[in-house]
């Protein structure tokens, strides 16, 4: 059984970097026939993609997001990551980490409510 967990501060000041951690369970990250994903999901709103990481490490990004955001991983300790640059409130919401891509998802993270005040 895959389990997901994120981990990473709660609360976040505006400008400051966001950082999450997704640390994977009962199964590599590193298969062919994998994908990592991060969403997320605001305040009354739908669930929004962040982007992906691929089995290669390759990574993609929502192009309304890719500025700002980075997604990479350890796969010497099963996990990957989201950083998120120059956060505002608006980017208040609880983040989930995913396997799978193109809105095809098998395994979720419970997901970690992130914060962003002053």
Request: glycine share 10%; proline share 6%.
């Amino acid at each position: 059984q895959v389990q997901l967990q994120e981990s990473g501060p709660g609360l976040v000041k505006p400008s400051q970097t966001l950082s999450l951690t997704c640390t994977v369970s009962g199964g590599s990250i590193t298969p062919s026939y994998t994908a990592w994903s991060w969403i997320r999901q605001p305040p009354g709103k739908g669930l929004e993609w962040m982007g992906v990481i691929a089995h290669d490490g390759s990574a993609y990004y929502n192009p309304s997001l890719k500025s700002r955001t980075s997604i990479f991983r350890d796969t010497s300790k099963n996990q990957f990551s989201l950083q998120l640059n120059s956060v505002t409130p608006e980017d208040t919401a609880v983040y989930y980490c995913a396997r799978g891509a193109n809105r095809m998802y098998d395994y979720w993270g419970q997901g970690t409510q992130v914060t962003v005040s002053s």
